[in-house]
């Protein structure tokens, strides 16, 4: 069984930054894209980004290109989200997930919180 653990997230005034990790167990996570997903109050939840097995390929949503940076290191079976300059509109809880083994994952969520 597969499980996703974020952490991370807390409240952090506009322009400040927050990293959000997510460990994964098991030891097949080296071999899968791993995302990041973000749900506002009252909101849907929405895609943010992706890393893929090597690392080098990354996606960003538009609203948060140039602001988030995704990572992962293989060894630890972690994946990251470096959150700069971070706004209002970025309070949201933000989930991990991975669609593994042909099963989609979701870590409970961290919970981040930007005060203007």
């Known amino acids: 069984q597969v499980q996703l653990v974020e952490s991370g997230g807390g409240l952090v005034q506009a322009g400040g930054s927050l990293r959000l990790s997510c460990a994964v167990s098991g030891n097949i996570f080296s071999r899968y894209a791993m995302n990041w997903y973000r749900q506002a109050p009252g909101k849907q939840r929405e895609w943010v980004a992706t890393?893929?097995?090597?690392?080098?390929?990354?996606n960003y949503a538009d609203s948060v290109k140039g602001r988030f940076a995704v990572s992962r290191d293989n060894a630890k079976n972690t994946v990251y989200l470096q959150m700069n300059n971070l706004k209002p509109e970025d309070t949201a809880v933000y989930y991990c997930n991975g669609f593994i083994a042909r099963n989609d994952y979701w870590g409970q969520g961290t919970q981040v919180t930007v005060s203007s």
């Open positions: 890393i893929h097995t090597g690392s080098s390929t990354v």
